[in-house]
């Protein structure tokens, strides 16, 4: 096992200066705190077989992503908490009922897709972009400058000549 310096830091959670021992994130405070909550949900959950999530999501307050990763914790078992009897909404895409976020999973999967191929283009552009310096930059948009100017003054002059005249 890595042996690990006690660090100073922010807790995740409240923000106050706190000496991480072992790596952790959250301060004792908040750590005990979070602690006494998850018997709570426990209790609930042990109090009541067969709750949906959302029914323990109103009764103890917890929300849907501590009670998930309570799950993968181990600390209840999915038998404990029923998901099946949870209330189906339509995915905001496509209409297709879903039991938790915005999306279903296709739809998800389909705009992390989409994401994906943005942030390639932006990428892309980005490093076409660095490939010209601040002075080449400079030099190209004061080319433009010039060209539209002389363009404008040729105009001008061709006006003043009178060649745009209809007569
Ligand atoms: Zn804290
Ligand atoms: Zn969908």
């Known amino acids: 096992m890595a042996f690990n310096l006690p660090k100073i830091r922010n807790c995740a959670r409240c ?5 991480a021992m072992h790596g952790e994130k959250v301060c004792r405070d908040c750590l005990d705190k979070e ?18 999530l959302k029914e323990v999501m109103e009764a103890t307050g917890a929300n849907e992503k501590m009670l998930n990763r309570m799950m993968q914790d181990g ?17 905001m895409s496509c209409g297709r009922p ?19 191929k943005a942030a390639e283009r932006m990428q892309i552009r980005i490093k076409e972009d660095r490939k010209m310096s601040t002075i080449e930059r400079l030099d190209a948009l004061a080319e433009k400058e010039f060209e539209r100017e002389s363009r404008m003054s040729g105009i001008r002059r061709n006006f003043s000549k009178g060649m745009f005249k209809n007569n």
Request: proline content about 3%; overall charge positive; hydrophobic content about 30%.
């Open 35 to 52: 602690k006494a909550f998850e018997e709570q949900v426990v209790k609930y959950i042990r109090d009541n077989p067969g709750s949906t």
């Open 98 to 116: 879903i039991t938790s976020g915005t999306y279903c999973m296709d739809c998800l999967a389909k705009l992390r897709d989409q994401t994906k």
């Open 15 to 19: 923000g106050r200066i706190f000496t």
């Open 75 to 91: 600390i209840f078992s999915n038998a404990a908490v029923s998901r099946d009897k949870e209330a189906t909404y339509p995915c």
